[in-house]
């Protein structure tokens, strides 16, 4: 998911508008980081159920029309002028959702969803380094392709290849989202900016699950109920609740507490999907899991 970024990444020392004058405001930026760790990953698991019946794509766009629909009635955004002059950004932030998720539900089809989600951590792990110049950050680094290779030996065996380049591609994405979401929540005043783009990553993904082959699943009711859960605990939540996150933390903090998706989405998978992790996959989880930490805990910084 969905967005996290460890350690120092561009315009992080921007002086940012509040993100959302309301109750949420009331909460500790920590508790709703922890929260929407566990909402997105539930949700996740929670899509997997819906694959037979409505696709990967499907179920992401659906998952990110309902989502839209929520943050349309929640943040009622409008076209004014500091909109207006920003929509290119949105618009990019936008398709960058679409195909952040697109990807890793195509994954979350092929592989278990602690392997890529720890896979899809790349993304946010290197745009913590890539702002550092430190010698130290770069065995972090190392420690993190440490963890990719202990999963590039399930390769062709118990990991499906193209499961992992979906969470490659998605990883990039995640990247993208935080420096291209940290961007417009400077520059936008309240939930605006994330209501258009989510509404316009599901736009994104419409064609792709027309001409695809998702769309002759038809839409059964339940799977939809499902896809509108899924919407609710893995976006309209959770990245609510991120982007809020994202503007009233330290970088360190809200890095240090990021690290914990990957363990989080593991527990998950065995407990919920019962997909089991041999120790190459366990020990992948955490040699990434691990880096990421260690750039948010060595960050000088912060």
């Known amino acids: 998911m969905e967005g996290l970024?460890?350690?120092?990444?561009?315009?992080?020392?921007?002086?940012?508008?509040?993100?959302?004058?309301g109750p949420s405001g009331l909460v500790p930026p920590q508790i709703l980081m922890i929260l929407g760790i566990i909402s997105v990953q539930f949700g996740a698991a929670i899509a997997t159920r819906l694959f037979s019946a409505l696709g990967p794509t499907g179920t992401v766009f659906y998952r990110l029309a309902f989502s839209a629909l929520l943050l349309m009635v929640i943040y009622r955004p409008k076209l004014t002028r500091e909109v207006r002059a920003h929509l290119s950004e949105i618009f990019v932030l936008g398709a960058t959702i679409g195909m952040m998720n697109l990807c890793f539900y195509q994954s979350i089809a092929r592989i278990p969803l602690g392997v890529s989600v720890a896979i899809e951590f790349i993304g946010p792990l290197l745009v913590g380094v890539a702002t550092s110049r430190r010698p130290l950050d770069f065995v972090w680094l190392a420690l993190a392709a440490a963890g990719i290779a202990f999963f590039a030996g399930d390769l062709g065996h118990t990991l499906d290849p193209a499961g992992v380049t979906f969470s490659l591609i998605a990883a990039a994405g995640?990247?993208?989202?935080?420096?291209?979401?940290?961007?417009?929540?400077?520059?936008?005043?309240?939930?605006?900016?994330?209501?258009?783009?989510?509404?316009?990553?599901?736009?994104?993904v419409l064609p792709i699950y027309l001409v695809g082959g998702d769309a002759s699943h038809g839409l059964p009711l339940i799977p939809l109920i499902g896809a509108f859960a899924v919407a609710m605990l893995s976006t309209a939540l959770p990245m609510s609740f991120d982007y809020i996150a994202i503007q009233r933390l330290p970088a360190r903090v809200y890095a240090v507490l990021a690290t914990l998706e990957p363990?989080?989405?593991?527990?998950?998978?065995?407990?919920?999907?019962?997909?089991?992790l041999n120790l190459s996959m366990a020990a992948g989880i955490a040699l990434v899991s691990c880096a990421a930490l260690g750039v948010s805990l060595f960050d000088s910084n912060h």
């Open 174 to 204: 995640w990247a993208g989202f935080i420096i291209v979401g940290k961007r417009v929540g400077s520059r936008i005043a309240g939930g605006d900016g994330l209501a258009l783009a989510i509404a316009i990553g599901a736009l994104c």
């Open 5 to 21: 970024p460890p350690g120092e990444f561009p315009a992080a020392k921007t002086k940012l508008k509040p993100a959302v004058n």
């Open 263 to 276: 363990v989080v989405a593991a527990g998950l998978g065995v407990a919920l999907l019962a997909q089991p």
